[in-house]
């Protein structure tokens, strides 16, 4: 699968529980979860993005004839993040519950899943304000150059090909008093077209610096 976005899921006592699938075990490319994940009690495998990454190819593998010692599948996922809220009983993580394939450039947001970080194997779990200077935007991980597949977006990246709103602003922020002002200048869709009529709201918007965030 690959340029993907998914929403919530909520699913209590389940096993393999993501916020795009419950486990890979092919390859997930260029993809992202911003919905919540509830396993909910009894759970077991709860991952933001996938509750795991190639545990039934590696259980499977002696049937099939491989050596019993990792997934016989590719079990890959790369350019990946996840957002939501994410709880479980067991085996729960911030990107994956549990891992046993290959995680390349994988990303979640701890201060929004609720997971810590942990092996970066596993995923890179940075903070929200760490996304503005670690993430793989600032990091150039993610290609955004005009025929890359990912647009530029602070904290997080969106999916080129997907439609999507870039609300441009400009900031000050008043030195020594931990308050910032933001003037908004423009708000296009992704084909740069007005798209000021369908942001209804834009007091809720959160502004962030490396520093403090706004609201």
Not at 120 to 145: C, H, M, R, Y
Request: hydrophobic share 35%; no cysteine; charged share 10%.
């Amino acid at each position: 699968l690959s340029d993907l976005i998914e929403g919530s899921s909520d699913s209590a006592g389940s096993v393999f529980v993501g916020g795009l699938v419950g486990e890979n075990d092919g390859t997930l490319s260029k993809v992202y979860a911003r919905g919540a994940v509830d396993g909910g009690a009894g759970s077991d495998y709860v991952g933001g993005l996938a509750g795991g990454n190639g545990l039934v190819s590696t259980l499977l593998s002696p049937i099939w004839g491989g050596p019993g010692h990792g997934a016989v599948l590719p079990s890959t996922i790369s350019q990946a993040y996840a957002t939501g809220a994410t709880s479980g009983t067991t085996n729960v993580g911030g990107l994956v519950g549990e891992n046993l394939g290959t995680i390349k450039k994988g990303y979640y947001d701890t201060s929004t899943t609720g997971q810590a970080a942990g092996d970066p194997a596993d995923g890179i779990g940075l903070t929200t304000k760490e996304w503005l200077t670690e993430g793989p935007v600032a990091q150039n991980i993610f290609d955004t150059s005009s025929t890359g597949p990912w647009v530029a977006g602070y904290p997080y990246p969106v999916l080129r090909d997907l439609p999507y709103v870039l609300i441009t602003a400009n900031g000050t922020e008043v030195f020594n008093t931990g308050k910032a002002y933001a003037t908004i200048t423009s708000i296009n869709d992704q084909n740069g077209n007005d798209a000021t009529s369908l942001v209804s709201n834009t007091d809720g918007i959160n502004w962030l610096t490396s520093a403090y965030t706004y609201s």
